[in-house]
């Protein structure tokens, strides 16, 4: 595990966003007057989706609640948080530890949990852990998997002439990349490409021009297209369950905590899958789509 440490880089941009809605881009830095709670969120579907399902789920407890949209990055969305423009941020566990306490040893759920309040900055917390995640993971054709008997990221090391992966840019230079590939695990990459649609990885996946692709676990693609996930045994990926980022303000609001509360505690790793589909494929917008959930669920 301390391999794994060493080798992520200084400063990482992670690939998982913090959350969005529909809206012009505004200056994270710019202090909102007092007022509605602030939710921001990034310009990935899953982040604009997660931001309206807060929102919403605040103003149906009767909390006032606006959002903050296409901040252009996590360390944007933090910077908003401390000083007041953005009241909650949507994160992923793992992510956000690494991005502030890049050689924590930290590998579960849980201990990523554990771990975050004491690397958070001053006046910033998280609310409870939601069983949803999604996270990076690597991902072969069922047909490949089978041929070549891999389950697991272990099994790389062994296919022998070794594989081609297709992942984004960002990925190559993260510990969890090729070099966590080759050292961690040992596998054979006889060439990297990079694709930075998840469609046409899946797509360069059925074809045959790459063997190994990855994926964020909600892609859509990965039930449509039977592939399989390999396991991690050596937690190389650390769990990416969704967190809220808050300000003490939320953090001090019992109605406003048990509204985010009630959303984290329903959401799940499917459910984010379909809300994501909903919105890609069928062209929903993320605040009605966001609505729809919430209804069923009923929060709102």
Known sequence: ????????????????????????????????????IVVGSTTSTESKILAELYAQALAARGVPATTKFDLPSREAAMAGL?????????????????????????????????ALPAVLPPGLSVL??????????????KALAEKLRVTSLDDLGRVSGGVILGTPEAVTTLAYGPAGLTQIYGARLTQVKTYENPVGRAKALRAGRIQLATLRTTEAAIAADDLVVLEDPQAMILPQHVVPLVR?????????????????????????ATLDQQVDEDGRAPGEAAAAWLHTKGLA
Do not use: F, H, K
């Open 248 to 272: 003490a303000e939320v953090a001090d609001n019992p109605t406003a905590v048990a509204a985010v509360a009630a959303v984290q505690e329903a959401l799940t790793t499917t459910d984010l």
């Open 1 to 36: 595990m301390r391999l794994r440490r060493c080798l992520q880089v200084a400063g990482v941009v992670l690939v998982a966003a913090l959350t969005n809605a529909c809206g012009p881009v505004s200056d994270p830095l710019t202090p909102s007057s007092a007022g509605p």
């Open 82 to 114: 401390q000083v007041g423009s953005v009241s909650i941020a949507p994160d992923y566990g793992g992510q956000l530890l690494l991005s502030l306490d890049e050689n924590n040893p930290a590998t579960t759920a849980q201990e990523v949990q554990s």
């Open 128 to 141: 409870q852990t939601s069983s949803a995640a999604d996270q990076d993971a690597y991902v072969m054709t």
